[in-house]
């Protein structure tokens, strides 16, 4: 059995982009609970608030449960269910999952090549990662979730995925001077910018292309705000901060808070700005909340 290629299969809910990555959470954290203890399960009441916070830093604005990806995980095979009562989830409410003592863990099947083929899992969680967020989450998530990974265990990925355009980067930090266009750092050792990235409006993830249009260059800092849904781009080009951000010091202030309705840096006269159709995916699918009003000047 191919488990990469069941991992690139998994069934989510879709529509018009629309972020669900519900059971990558969930898969992602029974990865990372299986190096800790191969042979645990996960009781839904005990993991009920580690998955829901999961879902709330990482999965879309819309408020969901838990309880749905760890019913209908076990569908595509890489996931069981047992209750009280023996084999099987009783479904996806809440309470039901609560009172008869469902517990879940990775399917027989998959745990036997992860203990026969240790890189696998690897291999799996780098695959998951890839496929439904972007890399500046990865570190994050995998602490999140408990996962440590090893460079070699993100060679001999499927054939399946998209091939990103290593040109994205250099054409994105062109067009806008390289500096961020939020803040402005331009920072550089001799010729080498530092601390500067190329970023994805749309997650290449969910279908955004390598291309300026979809792209903003932005310095680090940034560019994780960006991805986490506390920065966006909103009409007529100006920066949206989320209400749901919270920043006292000066440094919150001044880096984030400060940045609501302001104008973006660029990009310079000829090269095209974010398309509207991007940003209204991430608006919809990763900004958090409501965005602050602009900022007095």
Request: some cysteine.
């Amino acid at each position: 059995m191919d488990w990469l290629e069941r991992t690139a299969g998994l069934r989510q809910w879709s529509r018009s982009g629309t972020r669900a990555p519900h059971k990558p959470l969930l898969f992602l954290y029974a990865l990372g609970r299986f190096q800790e203890d191969a042979d645990g399960s996960l009781r839904y009441s005990a993991v009920e608030q580690d998955l829901q916070r999961l879902l709330t830093e990482y999965g879309p604005p819309n408020r969901t449960t838990p309880a749905y990806p760890f019913h209908h995980l076990a569908n595509d095979g890489v996931w069981e269910v047992r209750t009280d009562r023996g084999p099987g989830s009783p479904g996806t409410g809440v309470r039901d999952l609560r009172d008869t003592g469902a517990t879940g863990r990775l399917a027989p099947d998959l745990r036997a090549a992860l203990r026969r083929e240790p890189p696998l899992l690897g291999r799996i969680a780098r695959l998951l990662l890839d496929q439904h967020f972007p890399p500046s989450l990865h570190g994050d998530l995998c602490e999140a979730v408990g996962l440590e990974l090893e460079p070699a265990e993100t060679e001999r990925l499927p054939s399946v995925r998209r091939q990103r355009d290593r040109r994205m980067r250099e054409l994105v930090l062109t067009a806008y001077e390289y500096r961020c266009a939020f803040c402005g750092y331009d920072g550089r050792i001799g010729a080498v910018p530092v601390g500067l990235e190329a970023a994805h409006v749309r997650w290449w993830a969910f279908g955004g292309p390598d291309d300026i249009e979809n792209g903003l260059c932005l310095c680090s800092l940034h560019h994780k705000l960006l991805d986490k849904g506390v920065l966006g781009v909103g009409e007529g080009e100006r920066i949206l901060v989320s209400q749901r951000f919270i920043g006292h010091s000066p440094a919150a202030r001044e880096h984030v808070t400060a940045l609501a309705g302001r104008p973006l840096l660029g990009p310079q006269p000829g090269a095209r700005s974010v398309a509207a159709a991007h940003r209204d995916w991430h608006s919809r699918q990763v900004f958090h909340g409501s965005p602050r009003p602009a900022t007095a000047v």
